[in-house]
């Protein structure tokens, strides 16, 4: 059980409720640092892979009067006419800077409109009602690791526009050297899913039960100091390693290094939030696509790991560590931007799941082998547009969040895709392999 489970089962519905006004305004903070910059960089699209700054930020906003406001609150809408600018499905990314958009300052003004009533809402909810929009607050749940979600999104756009002096940085403790570089995991039935977490997504449930052979997983997920030697010995350049789809993107668009990697010499460089710096040997990797991973994994002579390997690597709790959240103290993870980076390998001991296993929470999101599909028993809630429509084998799954990923949106369970080509988001992976 999370602290909020805790909450739920013990405060009451008053507790719950000051817990989530404390986290929308937490999170409503976060929103409105990422877009504290001029005029001309909120508007402007920075890549075509990225809608404008200011679409977030409207977005979120249309999100929380749609779901908080019309469906829990039967208000009826408040700008109507704006509502298809916003919908993610009705305009690609790279359209969005043609639309006639909302500007920042009304931007700003409409979403704290729109606050100002969730929190009527709220306040008058019944959030023990059997509904399951209103049961345990999930309404909340929904819009608060949604907006935490376009948060770790908009961190993705301003690494991508190169401006430096927008992005906080911060400390983080030393990395360690490992004893053993692997973990092995037995043979076992373990529980895949959830059914108790309150605000868990539909694609994280029903709780299933899985048998897996025993297999090898990294300890930690793979450092920038490995992934140099993949480089450096010619990786990129022998088809040997790669799936011919992956080998055929790499050669079209030149990759040969992670993404923000340039070579100077014998040294490389990367940029982080518009600053260049030499590539610190000890971090996980990040900024690689699926397709390099699985290449990587293929030379090191291992392979990704299933996102079942995966999840029973964390011990079969809410966190690798247990059921603290990880908020509080931050002694586990490095989550929440605490700094603009990931942690050096080795640097959350106490973070490490019961077989030893250390970082599956935070620092980088890790690619892994399975397709994004349905769980069996698998029911959409509450809109096909959250999971379903993304189920096939389009999507490569990711887990365990990243440094810019908060706390409330993340747990062993949880479950996130992309394409196996990008490499914006903040992802790495760690190896495993079947036992011989
Ligand atoms: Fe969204």
């Known amino acids: 059980m999370t602290d909020l489970d805790a909450v739920l089962a013990n405060a009451g519905p008053t507790g719950l409720k000051e817990r989530i006004a404390a986290e929308l305004a937490a999170v409503r903070e976060r929103s409105l640092a990422y877009t504290d910059a001029d005029d001309d960089m909120l508007v402007r699209q920075h890549s075509p892979l990225m809608s404008p700054l200011v679409w977030d930020l409207a977005h979120v906003g249309n999100y929380e009067e749609l779901w908080v406001l019309r469906e829990v609150g039967g208000i009826e809408p408040l700008r109507p006419e704006i509502d298809h600018l916003y919908d993610a499905f009705k305009h690609p990314r790279k359209d969005r800077p043609s639309l006639p958009l909302l500007g920042p300052a009304e931007a700003r003004k409409y979403i704290s409109g729109v606050r100002g009533r969730v929190l009527d809402v709220l306040d008058q909810v019944d959030l023990a009602a059997p509904d399951p929009l ?122 040969e290094a992670p993404l923000y990697w340039t070579r100077d010499g014998d040294t490389w460089w990367r940029v982080r939030f518009g600053r260049e710096e030499p590539v610190p040997l000890d971090e996980p990797v990040q900024h690689v696509s699926w397709y390099e991973a699985d290449a990587y994994a293929r030379w090191a002579g291992k392979r990704l790991p299933t996102e079942a390997e995966w999840e029973k690597a964390c011990g079969g709790r809410t966190y690798p560590w247990g059921e603290a959240d990880p908020g509080h103290l931050g002694r586990w993870a490095n989550l929440g931007h605490r700094a603009a980076r990931p942690a050096p390998a080795g640097a959350f001991p106490d973070g490490a799941s019961p077989y030893g296993v250390e970082q599956l929470i935070g620092d980088v999101w890790e690619w892994t082998d399975s397709w994004f599909q349905p769980y069996p028993g698998y029911r959409c809630f509450p809109y096909e547009e959250y999971s379903k429509v993304f189920f096939g084998e389009t999507y490569r799954v990711l887990r365990g969040g990243s440094w810019a990923t908060h706390p409330s949106a993340v747990r062993t369970t949880f479950r996130n895709w992309d394409y196996p080509i990008r490499r914006q988001i903040f992802a790495g992976f760690r190896c495993a392999r079947s036992e011989e």
């Open 134 to 255: 209103r049961s345990g607050g999930y309404v909340f749940g929904l819009v608060l690791q949604h907006e935490h979600q376009h948060d770790e999104t908009m961190l993705a756009t301003l690494q991508l526009s190169r401006r430096p002096g927008l992005v906080r940085d911060g400390e983080l403790p030393p990395g360690r050297p490992a004893a053993e570089p692997e973990v092995h995991i037995p043979a076992g039935v373990f529980t895949m899913g959830t059914d108790t977490v309150a605000w868990a997504y539909d694609n994280e449930r029903p709780a299933h039960r899985i048998y897996l052979p025993g297999y090898w997983i990294d300890r930690r997920p793979v450092t920038n100091v490995a992934y140099l030697e993949f480089v450096e010995d010619g990786g990129y350049r022998d088809p040997r390693w790669w799936l011919p789809q992956g080998w055929e993107w790499a050669e079209r668009n030149g990759v």
